[in-house]
């Protein structure tokens, strides 16, 4: 039995994918450790390529582009550690990393999702990520916190309470996970992290950061920054959230802002920079809202494998 197991998620990134697994094996290398790669919307088994980076690998091939939720989920039903811990693929892990996080939820039996501090991979010094600020039920935001400082240091050997986990790096318990259920398929990409941790939450669990441990992260590399696919996806889910997680008047509260106040906002940012397919995402974001009943599996964006 292992102890802990590393899903991550591979989308058409090998060579990325494998300097995760570099990374992994330079330090868990004979510990109890298993690493379950999701190879997401590929057509050819790729098991061969990454199989001589880690000893302990679990390969498994999804013809179907999953999205991250979907790619997760499959991952986290065939892990057989005692801990998860979730990694985006464009991480890379220090020293002591997973002995840290497990040693937290022994120290705490309220926690039920865990991040590490993360820090930009090309810039080592800068925070990325030191917690999340509860997310403002009426506009649908919330807050980075320690974004793009330069004083990591403020945040070591701390571990507190904070509003939402971050989906680059992640750890659970699989009793846990058991109890919570898996992450929401319906949102594909973005704000299922955050949907997750109310499912923890409404099981009475905890969500924490920890920066006595911490993990690099090759921002932007999947999606890319204002890509069509992340701002379509931002717009939906932001608004498909506030309708999965909180009541009838908070949610049409929230729609009026959203609809007459940020979208529009956004709409008009974009066609003053001559961006028009992005202007056309943000509708289409809000629209499905409008179009399709929040537990619908229809995606309303036209994916490629």
Known sequence: MFNTSIITVNFRQEAVTIELLKSISQYCSGKNVEVIIVDNGTEQNQEHIF??????????????????????????????????????????????????????????????????????????DTVQYAG??????????????????????????KSYQTGYCHGAAVMCRKEDVLMAGLMDENYFLYYEELDWCEKFKRIGKQVWFTGKTHVYHKESISVGIDSPLKIYFHTRNRMLFMRKNTGLINTILFSIYYTLISCPKAVLKFIFKRQLSLAKQVIRGLLWNYTHDKNSKNLGFKLKR
Not at 132 to 142: E, K, M, Q, S, Y
Request: include cysteine; aromatic fraction near 10%.
């Open 51 to 124: 199989k001589p980076h880690f000893e302990n690998i679990k390969y498994i091939q999804s013809i179907e582009n999953l999205g991250f939720a979907g790619g997760n989920n499959l991952g986290i039903k065939q892990a057989h550690g005692d801990y998860l811990f979730l990694l985006n693929n464009d991480t890379e892990l220090p020293a002591d990393c997973i002995e840290t996080l497990c040693a937290e939820f022994e120290q705490n039996e309220n926690i039920g999702l865990l991040s590490p501090l993360l820090l930009y991979f090309d810039r080592k």
């Open 132 to 157: 999340f600020t509860p997310v403002n039920h009426l506009t649908g935001r919330n807050s980075t916190i320690g974004e793009l400082d330069q004083n990591k240091g403020q945040y070591a050997n």
